[in-house]
T-cell receptor, first 109, second 114 residues
Framework: GQNIDQPTEMTATEGAIVQINCTYQTSGFNGLFWYQQHAGEAPTFLSYNVLDGLEEKGRFSSFLSRSKGYSYLLLKELQMKDSASYLCAVMDSNYQLIWGAGTKLIIKP | NAGVTQTPKFRVLKTGQSMTLLCAQDMNHEYMYWYRQDPGMGLRLIHY???????AKGEVPDGYNVSRLKKQNFLLGLESAAPSQTSVYFC?????????????FGAGSRLTVL
């Protein structure tokens, strides 16, 4: 079966750096997405990786290793507004998105 | 620019009742999706549409029906609601179905079935 694994919850301190990992086992691979979802709100797009390596976008970076079935989302200079759930999703060989359960990130002052 | 609009935002139903969730997008997107989100689980695709007049089953289609009569609207129907359908439902749309297929989500509809 297809599977996306992410930690359920993580805690970090304001101003620090946090890395949220995502491992996947899917039928084929056509890209990996990260979305941010604040409590009670809609998911919003953060990043897309289809080739190995690091994609940087401001305070957020996303890394992909296709051979290891692994990605991480790196958040720098954490702010209180970064408290949210972070969803990892992989597009499989049929171009269907397979979603992880999400990682709830708690930022403490 | 409204993006994706879902109605209603909240609804309480009794077992066996029927209802329709409405989704409208103003971005001229071809693809539209209905997901459900339950605690501890990833988003699960119920039904989707690749264009006006088309619909297809997703991962968890049982108990739901959909229609896409107009390109901008995608309706999700529950014919006979069951407690297992208590969930938060998200509609989403995208310009394309492959590659960097970025989804734009609606705000969600919280449904409780008693």
């Amino acid at each position: 079966g297809q599977n996306i694994d992410q930690p359920t919850e993580m805690t970090a301190t304001e101003g620090a750096i946090v890395q949220i990992n995502c491992t996947y086992q899917t039928s084929g691979f056509n890209g990996l997405f990260w979305y941010q979802q604040h409590a009670g709100e809609a998911p919003t797009f953060l990043s897309y990786n289809v080739l190995d390596g690091l994609e940087e976008k401001g305070r957020f970076s996303s890394f992909l290793s296709r051979s290891k079935g692994y990605s991480y989302l790196l958040l720098k200079e954490l702010q209180m507004k970064d408290s949210a759930s972070y969803l990892c999703a992989v597009m499989d060989s049929n171009y269907q998105l397979i979603w992880g359960a999400g990682t709830k990130l708690i930022i403490k002052p | 620019n409204a993006g994706v609009t879902q109605t209603p935002k909240f609804r309480v139903l009794k077992t066996g009742q029927s209802m329709t969730l409405l989704c409208a997008q103003d971005m001229n997107h071809e693809y539209m999706y209905w997901y459900r989100q339950d605690p501890g689980m990833g988003l699960r695709l119920i039904h989707y549409s690749v264009g006006e007049g088309t619909t297809a089953k997703g991962e968890v289609p049982d108990g739901y029906n959909v229609s896409r009569l107009k390109k901008q609207n995608f309706l999700l129907g529950l014919e006979s609601a069951a407690p297992s359908q208590t969930s938060v439902y998200f509609c989403a749309s995208s310009f394309r179905g492959t590659g960097a297929n970025v989804l734009t989500f609606g705000a969600g509809s919280r449904l409780t079935v008693l």
